[in-house]
């Protein structure tokens, strides 16, 4: 076997390429191997979870004397515990800096590799290590020098590798145009032929891009990277890492809100590892929660609790957390929520703390704790996070009607941010420059794909081009969760759309929500005239717009004013026309003129009742204003 071949071995052996391993020992006759071959196909035995049959191998070839090979198997099988025993035998540096990692023993580690050369290798071992110990600057020249060295040997699979790690290394260090750079670097990279034979190191570079995309603001652009990771490892449907694209795919598209298609891809997936069975029950639980079906949640929460590793503290900690945000869904409350609380601070998992603080915080739309968490994400760089906690800082400005205020904090959002945060933030912009100009109208500049925005842009705007109908069936498609934040949200934006407001009907008080005054609005027969709330739909017909002559609104007025009785001509001419006298000669015909041009207003010939010479106005079907009358 010649040098180079063995070297593109045991690269795969340190990527963990395990289906280009076994599409090569496919063709290998292994009795007849070199015993260099032998030793790298029992690595690939542990790496495909076999060590049994790794081992009846290596008492078969007589490899037990191999120096650090337990230690590697158990290793490459994941098995810390069993790899942290062989530590004090191990003679590679590198191998016992792996297993040190992997156990977070940073500073050990670093003492390691103070016994090795200066190398490509030593530099991105060097560059982890200070980058897990927050020393960020220090890790920024390791992987630099890393890289330099690995692009002058041309490993374009390496040169990727130390990329990915400076895209994460620039975002802690809030150096947001470089790591975008550099992840366009990476996603050209990509693309090379050098990857053919490395699939499952592009699927995960691929997918680490899409987790650092999507975390950023870039939600399209991560889905791209998650489907290129997902063709990548079509050919390989059985591999952990097709199916750990499956679930991170699966999650990224649920928070575009592609519920039942991420439903549908979870259903159709069987993960081997218990850890991937655990992520599955724990993305359904939401997802189901999410459409309201609590049955099906309660059955994944079983699941999830069937998987969860009970001495994991992630495990523990995210499930909790996860079914504390599952049930606020179904139900407003957050009977967990105390109980996550106290597991984070428990096991003194900050990240996981604040990561509750702010998913709570932005369902319920409250403000506990907002400054100390807006400092622990800046401080981390999790801006996906302090994204939203910039539109709670806004939203509790303008609760207090500082709108300026509010303006700032929303200016610093990024233009790039998740779909939801963009709309929300372009929403609450438009807003504050309402209230700041004394105009409360949110114009049609975009229309919110958002339904809750959606359905409050249909009362700030009249000219908006969603229809009557289009809101009422996005209202009452919402789930427990969107009315409850719209609910929030209007106490917040101080407006009363779901108010009751009382009318008079057939002589009758009546209280009637925002949504019942939708439906008597799109009725084909129903009207509704209300003039301190501006509302007047004539049998479907809006016609704020069409009743532009003041003589019109004067007439219309007077006779809602007037509705229980049939007022004279001489009444209309003194009360409308504001004429000292009345004379029939002259003032017949202007009446008869404008009460014709109010009926073809109004849009129905007996709208308006005539009787001896009188007028009433029809209030068959019709709701009129109280504050009107």
């Not at 007849?32 to 060590?51: G, P, R």
């Not at 009977?335 to 603080?357: G, H, M, R, V």
């Not at 319920?364 to 999790?382: A, C, V």
């Not at 003129?593 to 068959?620: A, M, P, Q, W």
């Amino acid at each position: 076997m010649t040098s180079n071949l063995l070297n593109i071995l045991q690269k795969f052996i340190g990527l963990k390429e395990v289906e280009s391993l076994r599409k090569y020992f496919a063709q290998v006759d292994i009795e007849e191997a070199s015993h260099e071959q032998k030793l790298i196909y029992v690595k690939y035995l542990a790496l495909v979870d076999s060590i049994a049959l790794a081992q009846i191998h290596i008492e078969k070839w007589g490899l037990e004397s191999e120096s650090n090979l337990y230690a590697e198997l158990n290793y490459l099988a994941g098995d810390l515990n069993k790899a942290k025993s062989y530590l004090p035998q191990i003679e590679d540096s590198y191998l016992k800096a792996d297993i040190l990692l992997l156990d977070e023993n940073f500073k050990e580690a670093q003492q390691v590799l103070k016994k090795e050369s200066i190398s490509a290798k030593w530099f991105y071992y060097s560059g982890r290590i200070y980058s897990h110990l927050n020393q960020l600057e220090k890790a920024d020249k390791s992987l630099n020098s890393a890289l330099n060295l690995y692009y002058r040997h041309n490993d374009v699979v390496m040169t990727s590798v130390i990329i990915s790690n400076l895209v994460v290394l620039k975002s802690r260090q809030q150096q947001n145009h470089i790591a975008y750079s550099l992840s366009n670097q990476l996603r050209e990279l990509l693309k090379k032929i050098e990857f053919k034979d490395f699939p499952e190191s592009k699927a995960k570079l691929l997918i680490n891009q899409g987790l650092y995309l999507g975390n950023n603001g870039h939600p399209g652009e991560a889905i791209s990277c998650i489907i290129r990771a997902k063709l990548t490892l079509d050919r390989f449907p059985n591999s952990n890492d097709f199916i750990r694209v499956q679930l991170t795919y699966a999650y990224n598209i649920m928070d575009l809100g592609y519920i039942k298609k991420a439903i549908r891809i979870l259903q159709s997936i069987t993960p081997v590892k218990k850890f991937q069975q655990f992520d599955k029950y724990r993305y359904l639980m939401k997802a189901y929660a999410l459409l309201d079906d609590s049955a099906e949640y309660e059955k994944a929460l079983e699941k999830a609790y069937e998987f969860q590793d009970k001495s994991d503290s992630f495990d523990i900690i995210h499930l909790e957390i996860d079914r504390t945000e599952s049930e606020f869904y179904l139900n407003q409350e957050l009977p967990n929520f105390l109980k996550a609380k106290n597991l984070t601070q428990k096991y003194d998992d900050q990240e996981s703390y604040y990561y509750l603080i702010n998913k709570i915080n932005f369902l319920s739309l409250n403000f506990d704790n907002l400054d100390d968490s807006i400092k622990f994400h800046t401080k981390n760089s999790l801006f996906k996070e302090l994204n939203k906690d910039r539109i709670l800082v806004a939203l509790k400005e303008i609760q207090t009607k500082d709108y300026s205020n509010a303006l700032e904090h929303l200016d610093r959002i990024p233009l790039n941010s998740s779909p939801k945060i963009k709309e929300l933030k372009g929403f609450l912009k438009e807003f504050c420059q309402s209230k700041l100009t004394g105009e409360l109208r949110i114009n049609d500049q975009f229309t919110y794909k958002d339904p809750i925005l959606k359905i409050i842009q249909h009362y700030l705007d009249r000219d908006t081009n969603d229809s009557t109908c289009e809101v009422l069936v996005l209202f009452k498609s919402l789930k427990k969760h969107q009315k409850h934040f719209l609910k929030r949200l209007l106490e917040i934006l101080n407006i009363n759309l779901l108010e009751n407001i009382t009318f008079l009907k057939d002589g009758r008080k009546v209280s009637l929500t925002r949504i019942e005054i939708l439906e008597i609005m799109k009725h084909p027969v129903k009207s509704i005239i209300d003039f301190k709330h501006n509302i007047i739909s004539i049998r479907g017909n809006d016609l704020n717009k069409r009743l532009k002559s003041e003589v019109q609104i004067n007439l219309l007025e007077f006779l809602v004013n007037n509705h229980l009785r049939y007022k004279s001509k001489e009444s209309i001419i003194l009360e409308v026309f504001n004429k000292a006298i009345y004379d029939p000669l002259i003032d017949d015909n202007l009446i008869y003129v404008n009460i014709n041009r109010l009926k073809k207003t109004l849009g129905y010939k007996d709208s308006i009742l005539t009787k001896g010479g009188h007028y009433k106005l029809n209030t068959k079907d019709l709701y009129l204003g109280i504050n009107d009358l």
